[in-house]
């Protein structure tokens, strides 16, 4: 009698919420001893490069969440065994897809929804425009009862840096405020920004100078990594906020301090980081006219049901031989 196959071995990394396994059905892919999966969970986040090819160098696949983990050339060449990696969203800047293909690695992705990052935008937006937190942290201090005085949205200018799925969606929020909404893009053309109700700005530094709210929403890349540097954050209103949800990088980082410390602008609502987690003692975590959240922008129920579900789609579609959802 033939012993079964031995399962393939999946680690999940950077299950922050230990929401992995209850967010799909994962026994679909489960099982010991048969040729199918044993699923292990990593909730912690390695980022000594020995101790997370340690804990995943036995592994045949890996689940990882957006760019949490980057798996570059050096760490995948160290990973030998390595067979499949599954990532939430269609887009992972920090794997290296033509690496991993040339090692015979198939990538595969997810949908992933614009809602829950346009609905955390406009967190930020009326969290900056009404200061709740800092007068949410003077409740729970005991501090003095109503110290700010809140910014009216509506007749107030929303400057979108990007206008795709996501820009779109906050820009038809912004007009519900009653906000006059200006885009720009490097591509953005008139008819497109009509099409959202909006105005087009005819230059980056145009639309900086005019908003009180600027909200960045580009794919990060060489071309608009750095995109805002400091004579773009000196051309915005000195009462205006910068909003960013997309990525850290679009931004200068020691200009954005200076800004914030300097008082170029009157603060902003950020939810991405060049370094993730933040570090303990970053500055941007202790500044008062900054609204600081933990990437937070994609972390819903629903989001999350729709990343791992697909996930274990995605490993059945590649123990079928049929593979979906592949990257390129």
Same mark, same amino acid.
């Given at each position: ?16 919420? +230990? ?8 026994s679909r892919v489960e099982g010991r ?81 614009? *809602? ?32 700010? %005085? +809140? ?25 519900? @405020? ?27 530094? +145009? ?6 709210? %600027?909200?960045?929403?580009?794919v990060l890349s060489d071309r608009t ?23 850290a990088g679009l931004v200068d980082g ?35 006219? *900054? ?7 994609? %972390? ?7 990343? @791992?579900?697909?996930? %274990?789609?995605?490993?059945?579609? @590649? ?10």
């Amino acid at each position: 009698m033939n012993s079964p196959a031995p399962a393939l071995r999946c680690a999940i990394l950077d299950d922050y919420q +230990g929401v992995a396994l209850s967010s799909a059905d994962w026994s679909r892919v489960e099982g010991r001893g048969d040729g199918r999966v044993e699923v292990r969970v990593l909730r912690e986040h390695l980022t000594d490069r020995e101790a997370l090819v340690a804990a995943v160098e036995d592994c045949e696949i890996l689940v990882v969440m957006r760019e949490r983990t980057p798996l570059d050339a050096e760490l995948l060449a160290r990973l030998p065994r390595l067979r499949l990696i599954v990532t939430s969203g269609m887009r992972n800047a920090s794997v290296d897809v033509a690496a991993a293909r040339a090692r015979g690695v198939t990538v595969c992705g997810t949908d992933s929804s614009p *809602v829950p990052p346009t609905e955390l935008t406009w967190a930020l937006i009326l969290g900056l425009a009404r200061q709740t937190h800092v007068e949410g942290r003077a409740m729970r201090e005991g501090g003095p009862w109503q110290s700010t %005085v +809140g910014m009216d949205l509506a007749g107030r200018t929303l400057g979108l840096v990007g206008l795709g799925k996501i820009g779109g969606r906050v820009a038809r929020i912004g007009l519900a @405020f009653g906000m006059d909404v200006v885009a720009w893009s490097p591509h953005l053309t008139d008819e497109r920004a009509a099409e959202h109700g909006v105005r087009r700005a005819a230059s980056l530094p +145009g639309l900086l100078g005019a908003a009180d709210v %600027v909200s960045l929403h580009l794919v990060l890349s060489d071309r608009t990594r750095g995109l805002l540097g400091e004579p773009e954050l000196r051309a915005m209103r000195s009462h205006a906020y910068l909003v960013n949800t997309s990525r850290a990088g679009l931004v200068d980082g020691p200009a954005l301090l200076r800004a914030l410390r300097e008082g170029w602008i009157a603060g902003a609502g950020l939810d991405v980081y060049e370094t993730e987690p933040l570090p303990a003692d970053d500055p941007l975590r202790t500044l008062p006219n *900054v609204l600081a959240l933990p990437h937070l922008g994609y %972390v819903t129920e629903a989001n999350y049901a729709r990343y @791992f579900g697909q996930a %274990v789609e995605d490993i059945e579609a @590649f123990l079928a031989g049929a593979p979906v959802r592949e990257l390129s």
